[in-house]
């Protein structure tokens, strides 16, 4: 828990020292509680009443100021609204059905919102709990943002549109220019809202290299898209060597090609918690561009490693099958969201996609099984099932 962090340090944009901390939990506002039910194993428990409340005033609160939120290279915006709470927002860029160009490259393409939105369901139902709850919501671009904020830089990019639209495109490294506005129709935008972390001076939190990130280039391979053997140096280096960074880094990696998402290049992890503690599976807007193809590149650390821990392999049959296939229970799940009324979060393509993916892990996991005789990390002591079953 992280209550005796948050008391020992104050905010140095929040008035925690108004906060009741003495008063019952369940008197905190939902953002706070999130905080404070914040393990050394999980971002939050998945029974955990409070996720529902959390949603709603993520969804319905009223929004006090908009800032552009600095760092990242696309555009996104820290909204804050009453008892101190915030959220980091993404715009609506592009339709949400649209599919990425085959001709673009991974690190050149939009984030979308509601990419943001279906890895927060789909990490939930994998039971990884480690992606920061998010809620999709319609706002007033006019009255939300531009009204409001005391960001000058930010106000002096907004403009109307010849089709007489709202529009917006703040300063950052890529796509913020008046060639990729954000524009509302004629006000009304859709975005994801992101419940914060806590605040890095309470919390402070270590960033990661990945040791299958990507070159970035468009020509240069890694050294691990050279190596086949290259799971033997990372199973040498700390903090891969022990503990169960590696089963970790690889729930990771199933994550992001479920969600083909090729742009993992570093992860995050709280100090307080040392080695031994989750991977924080943040910022996934470039995931679900592409339905049409699959990215077998993704799921390298498995097939290299040929390591899953057991829960994971275990949900993962269970999702593959029929009574509780992954789409139809992912379709369950983001049907939930304020934005699914208007449209599906995720088009049938990517929802069948999911399915297929599923089935190459599946895949990957037996070949491995096959050339390996110990495979399994041990993370449910006292589990007596078949791990050589396949499902039917």
Partial sequence: MLLLLLRAFKHPDV?????????????????????????????????????????????????LSAVQKTGGTQLKLLMSFPNYGQALLKPMKQARDAETDGNLFYFSDFERHNAEIAAFHLDRLLGFNRVPPVVGRLINVTSEVREITTDHKLSRTFFTSPAGNVCFYGQCEYYCSLEHPVCGQPHALEVSLAAMLPDLTLAPRRSWRSPWRRSYSRTKLAQWEKDPAYCDTVKQTPPYNHGTRLVDLID???LDFLMSNMDRHHYETFEKFGNETFLLHLDNGRAFGRHSRDEPTILTPLKQCCRIRRSTLLRLRLLSLPAGRLSDVMRESLVQDPLAGAAPLLSEPHLSALDRRLAAILQAVQTCQHQHREIIYNDLEGYD????????
């Fill in 252 to 254: 990771m990696a199933i």
């Fill in 385 to 392: 099932g078949d791990f050589n079953q396949q499902p039917d």
């Fill in 15 to 63: 008035s925690y020292d108004k906060v009741d901390w003495t008063s019952d939990v369940e008197t905190h506002p939902p953002w706070l509680r999130f905080h404070l039910g914040i393990s050394r194993w999980e971002l939050y428990n998945r029974k955990d009443p409070n996720m529902a409340g959390l949603t709603h005033y993520l969804a319905t609160q009223r929004i």
